[in-house]
């Protein structure tokens, strides 16, 4: 009788632990860069550069990606690859951000940390 009630008691105690296991997944890695232009119009299609500064302290690994800004004047780049899929928790990057569109250009600056949306906006040099 004990064992009867035993094993049902410990199925569902690991139902419940791999619940829970799987509920433990990290957030992505995101940088959002949103783009205005000097009248401070989001600026869709215009061209998002990030350079990762190899001379910031802490020091940031070589790395580079390029996307266009979408409809609503922002672009999303994906962190995961340089962070890697289980980066360390408090893990940090610093960025140049480069935009450009007709013509016009604009610059900034962002840390970067694992697992977070990290959010700046560049507004264009008119």
Known sequence: MKTAFKIPTLLVLLVLALGALQSCKRDPSVMKIFVRSHSNQLESNAKVII???????????????TLFTNSTGFATFDMTPFFGEKGKKGATGYFDIIVKKDGKVGFGRIRCRAHITNVETVIMEP
């Open 51 to 65: 350079v990762a500064d190899v001379n910031s302290n802490p020091p940031t690994a070589a790395y580079v990606d």
